[in-house]
């Protein structure tokens, strides 16, 4: 079963503008990640919370973590063409041997 | 520094036939698992490794062998491919399981006729 679940399924903006991404999931996580993919390629690792951080930042990412509605959001700003990718969020269960639960992922078209 | 290869990039077999996926990692990583992707479904986790000699099932390991004897390999056996197993594959690989990034390698296509 999916742990994480994106929304929206499909989100197409204009160059420059914001993309908000967002990731419900469903146990108590260690951590949640959320990972890129272009087209044809292996996913790309871009930002790991950790489930004590409320929100972190990498260059022009911004994520959230509310950890009492087991949700987390990924912002995206003044996005460019080049973003254009799935983005999927992956949570690590603390009750669980297994590696990372991914979502069914956001598919981002950013348009010039 | 090659990260996560992975082996065939591309794989089109008969109904029955029996291949092996291949990975590799030269990061001295753990960690490592397969993943397939279908559209609408993102990744499942299919079999994963702790370490060389363990192995455990994912969420899909039905149809589906692997083995860890060494810390840089976790090849994907099919044992006797079915057109539901039609696929991208993943594999990836991770130094330390809840406080590190995940490594992922390009991608196998693999279409089953």
């Known amino acids: 079963s999916q742990q994480g679940e994106e929304d929206p399924q499909a989100l197409s903006i204009q160059e420059g503008e914001n993309a908000t991404m967002n990731c419900s999931y469903k146990?108590?996580?260690?951590?949640l990640q959320w990972y890129r993919q272009n087209s044809g390629r292996g996913l790309v690792h871009l930002i790991l919370?950790?489930?004590?951080?409320r929100e972190k930042h990498s260059g022009r990412l911004r994520v959230t973590l509310d950890t009492s509605k087991k949700s987390s959001s990924l912002l995206i700003t003044a996005s460019r063409a080049a973003d254009t990718a799935s983005y999927f969020c992956?949570?690590?269960?603390?009750?669980?041997?297994?590696?990372?639960?991914f979502g069914s992922g956001t598919q981002l078209t950013v348009l010039p | 520094n090659a990260g996560v290869t992975q082996t065939p990039k591309f794989q089109v077999l008969k109904t029955g036939q029996s291949m092996t996926l291949q990975c590799a990692q030269d990061?001295?990583?753990?960690?490592m698992s397969w993943y397939r992707q279908d559209p609408g479904m993102g990744l499942r986790l299919i079999h994963y490794?702790?370490?060389?000699?363990?192995?455990d099932q994912g969420e899909v390991p039905n149809g589906y062998n692997v083995s860890r004897s060494t810390t840089e390999d976790f090849p994907l056996r099919l044992l006797s491919a079915a057109p539901s197993q039609t696929s991208v594959y993943f594999c990836?690989?991770?130094?330390?399981?809840?406080?590190?990034?995940?490594?992922f390698g390009q991608g196998t296509r693999l279409t089953v006729v």
């Open positions: 919370i950790r489930s004590n951080e």
């Open positions: 990061m001295n990583h753990e960690y």
């Open positions: 992956a949570t690590d269960d603390p009750g669980s041997a297994r590696q990372l639960t």
């Open positions: 490794s702790v370490g060389a000699g363990i192995t």
């Open positions: 990836a690989s991770n130094a330390r399981r809840g406080v590190s990034e995940a490594f």
């Open positions: 146990t108590s996580i260690n951590n």
